[in-house]
């Protein structure tokens, strides 16, 4: 199977729901650990933060990684899943591009996502996305890892 048709296996079944939240992650290219550079990685989280990006939906939760990107992702009204992950990683991207040219490409193609099906899921997912640093051994609190942010703080 051709990497394309992967990807549109991946998409088969996948609906957005106004609403709905969804625990999101996509991954550099190559899983390169460009967001170990903290110019890189601080520039990814101002374009990826940006209000403007953020009108329709909200972003509970998030945490940047060396190579790959979790956040909890609440759609709005008239927001489609696939097209709010598009807009945050061109729009991040574009500003690394920019001011970063030697980085090349950033994101690999495709995400995954998973529903968040109770309120009571909420917050245990927050934990889980933030804690990611601690798994990783990047820093030994929370607090001490400078790429992320929640709603519930």
């Not at 967001?35 to 972003?59: D, H, K, N, V």
């Not at 030697?102 to 804690?131: C, M, T």
Request: some cysteine.
């Amino acid at each position: 199977m051709d990497a394309m048709a992967g990807y549109r296996e991946l998409r088969k079944g996948r609906a957005s729901m106004a609403g709905q939240v969804y625990l999101v992650t996509f991954a550099t290219a190559a899983r390169s650990p460009i967001f170990s550079r903290f110019e890189i990685a601080s520039e990814a989280c101002r374009a990826m933060t940006q209000p403007r990006l953020w009108y329709g939906s909200r972003l509970l939760a998030w945490v940047l990684m060396p190579d790959h990107w979790h956040g909890l992702v609440e759609l709005g009204p008239l927001d489609d899943l696939s097209i709010v992950v598009q807009k945050l990683k061109s729009n991040s991207a574009r500003s690394i591009r920019t001011a970063h040219p030697e980085v090349g490409s950033v994101w690999a193609k495709g995400f995954h996502d998973r529903a968040i099906r109770s309120q009571n899921a909420l917050r245990p997912a927050a934990r889980y996305i933030v804690a990611n640093p601690l798994r990783a051994d990047l820093a030994e609190r929370v607090g001490d890892y400078p790429y992320w942010n929640s709603v519930w703080l």
